[in-house]
């Protein structure tokens, strides 16, 4: 099997090692002068959730980084569990940027990666040519934040590959009803990995847990709409499954009032979250690049 991509690795402000795809634009339509596409994954994913939108991408001239933020994939654990949140990844990520001279980028932000690409958009906007917004918004509803509360930072591990699907199925099936077998399994795959011990487990430090785990329920969330308007301007494109329980289908309705010329693709039969393989969110991707000046 053909790999398009290599390994690279970057230093946080606190002398973490972290690590990203790195996927040069290939094919007859490269463009230099094109900013590259970073995917942004979610709160327990790594950047192995966009290996095919990745590899589809670049193939069409645009180059793709797909960092593993850190405490996930191959990315170093932190320290000290404080740093698992949105403020010290947007700082990471920022790292990256300089470390990699790039301006401006496109984001594609899946859940978490969302939230960081809002952050970002509040404090740097000029650094986004275009944004994917994948199944989140300025509004998390606590229902599905409750659902991610029941089930990360669970050190679970599997003997076979077949299992770890299997307890995949079981535990995200109302999100993805139409899921075969394989789906399961590139899922347990991308999200998962294999051990020195010989046991499957997910891939990620289960300390990310603590500061979601540790938060104060009463408290008032940081009021995000904002920071979602500070992404008018730009080609920008929201996606949301129609199952989801994160992502509310009122909180959709009010971003696109809010920002009138962005696109809006709902995902039928899909909850939380889309992988942007699905053929709706590709083609609306494809022209989302066709707007990036």
Known sequence: MTKYYTNQTWQSADGLTLHFRDYPARGPNVDAARPPVICLHGLTRNGRDFEDLAEHISAAGWRVLAPDVRGRGKSEYAGDSATYAVPTYVGDLIAL????????????????????????????????????????????????LDAIKSYVGQARSFPTWMHAARSLQELHAANFPQFELDDWLTMAKRGMALHSNGRISFDYDMKIAEPILQADAAAVPPDLWPAFEALSGRPLLLVRGELSGLFSAETFAEMQRRVPAAKAVTVPQIGHAPTLDEPVVRDAIDALLADIA
């Open 97 to 144: 940027l300089e470390a990699q001279g790039i301006a401006r980028f496109v984001s594609v932000g899946t859940s978490m990666g969302g939230l960081m690409t809002m952050v970002l958009a509040s404090l740097a906007p000029d650094r986004l040519a275009g944004v994917v917004m994948n199944d989140i918004g300025p509004v998390i509803e606590t229902g599905g």
